[in-house]
């Protein structure tokens, strides 16, 4: 079955600092990688999309400058929390498909505490 | 407003009963997806539909694109059926986003 392993589970970083979190998809060629926050309101918010072979796509009021992603084939997408504050605190969760007829599969979130 | 509308936002069920949650898309949704989301955060994937019915066991899911909604119907619910789930939309306008509706928080009690 496809499984997507992401790591780690939860970090704790200082304000200012960064953190780089990884996702592996295992049993399938992960062709897109969607990077989500879930906030503590439960919202999710799509940070960006990446598709092997074409740009990665920042939606609105998230860039590359402060989230850098790196999918660099089709097992791997890694992305960095960049000089991290408050509001960024949260889940996120990376998901992965094949094809655009197949569905995502999420891995199980990394959660980021900012002290 | 919302694009992805999803009610309710909140069900306590008694174990055995059964009932549904719902999704209506102001978007012109093309396929579907619904998740459970357990308390560690993991999302699990419960449906993958493009428009039409599936079931699996005790949970059959919908999905209507031209009245723009999507059921999720849980049959003789289980103390481990409790979670959030969500429903999320893909849509040509959207690329390959998937944009998430705002979770039924389930209780199920005995």
């Known amino acids: 079955g496809a499984l997507v392993y992401q790591y780690p589970r939860r970090t704790i970083c200082k304000s200012g600092t960064s953190m780089r979190m990884e996702c592996q998809a295992v049993?399938?060629?992960?062709?897109?990688v969607a990077w989500y926050r879930q906030s503590p309101q439960k919202t999710f918010e799509l940070i960006a999309l990446?598709?092997?072979?074409?740009?990665?796509?920042?939606e609105q009021n998230f860039t590359q400058e402060k989230f850098p992603i790196s999918h660099p084939n089709l097992s791997f997408s890694s992305m960095t929390v960049l000089n991290a504050y408050l509001e960024d605190r949260g889940l996120y969760l990376c998901g992965a498909r094949y094809t655009r007829n197949s569905d995502y599969t999420f891995g199980s979130g990394t959660r980021l505490l900012v002290i | 407003g919302d694009k992805v509308k999803q009610s309710p936002s909140a069900l306590s069920l008694q174990e055995g009963t059964n009932s549904a949650l719902r999704c209506n898309f102001s978007?012109?949704?093309?396929?579907v997806q619904w998740f459970l989301q357990n308390p560690r955060g993991s999302l699990i994937n419960l449906f993958y539909l493009v428009p039409g019915t599936k079931e699996n066991g005790r949970l059959k899911s919908a999905f209507d694109s031209k009245e723009s909604y999507s059921t999720l119907h849980i049959r003789d619910a289980q103390l481990e059926d409790s979670g959030t789930y969500f429903c999320?939309?893909?849509?040509?306008?959207?690329?390959?986003?998937?944009?998430f509706g705002q979770g039924t928080i389930l209780k199920v009690y005995l």
């Open positions: 978007i012109a949704a093309t396929t």
């Open positions: 999320a939309a893909e849509a040509a306008s959207s690329g390959q986003k998937l944009v």
């Open positions: 990446s598709t092997v072979n074409s740009a990665i796509k920042y």
């Open positions: 049993g399938f060629q992960a062709t897109s």
